[in-house]
T-cell receptor, first 115, second 116 residues
């Protein structure tokens, strides 16, 4: 079974540009989560999809961030326009059922650097 | 407030030494889950253990052991006879109020370097 896959693994963009991160969850997993780790700090929750619906987006930092999950399969996280403080590692995770805890599988993350 | 504190930013040990990674949490909830994840150089977060708030039994899995103490709000992780492959960043995490949220609250992580 393929794990959670994230593209790209690294991205370097200039301040003001747009970047789109993609997450492919494990097939059949309805729940998809985005988290972010800013350098040296804790990993913070961004949002949670159940299928294509946003269950909880309380962690989204501001309206420069837009997450979508059309069709309830893969998800994208767009940052537009990117700022320096957006640099960090963006993790995606998926689980089959809400509250399923040994099955919360993370991807390898996308390292975003805004210069 | 819901918070996880990992006071050790970085620990370096020589192979075969034992090492303990500290984790202190804060929550007002009586029901919660605690986790440890490992992030090896490849980048992904690997689940190690989940413990719920009603189960204070210590757990041992091979060279890994976990000590959960509600009295001190701590969930420490010990690696016995460390190996180079244990080098990674380790994160402690809290899931408060599990009936109402799937969110995890992470600590800042502890980077463990094991030298040969």
């Amino acid at each position: 079974e393929a794990g959670v896959t994230q593209f790209p693994s690294h991205s370097v963009i200039e301040k003001g540009q747009t970047v789109t991160l993609r997450c492919d969850p494990i097939s059949g997993h309805d729940n998809l989560y985005w988290y972010r780790r800013v350098m040296g700090k804790e990993i913070k929750f961004l949002l949670h999809f159940v299928k294509e619906s946003k269950q909880d987006e309380s962690g989204m930092p501001n309206n420069r961030f837009l997450a979508e999950r059309t069709g309830g399969t893969y998800s994208t996280l767009k940052v537009q326009p990117a700022e320096l403080e957006d640099s960090g590692v963006y993790f995606c995770a998926s689980s089959q059922a809400q509250g399923e805890w040994d099955g919360y599988t993370f991807g390898s993350g996308t390292r975003l650097t805004v210069v | 407030a819901q918070k996880v504190t990992q006071a050790q930013t970085e620990i370096s040990v020589v192979e075969k030494e034992d090492v303990t990674l500290d984790c202190v949490y804060e929550t007002r909830d009586t029901t919660y889950y605690l986790f440890w994840y490992k992030q090896p150089p490849s980048g992904e977060l690997v689940f190690l253990i989940r413990r719920n708030s009603f189960d204070e039994q210590n757990e041992i899995s091979g060279r890994y052991s976990w000590n959960f103490q509600k009295s001190t709000s701590s969930f420490n992780f010990t690696i016995t006879a460390s190996q180079v492959v244990d080098s990674a960043v380790y994160f402690c995490a809290l899931r408060p109020d599990p009936y109402n949220t799937d969110k995890l609250i992470f600590g800042t992580g502890t980077r463990l370097q094991v030298f040969p």
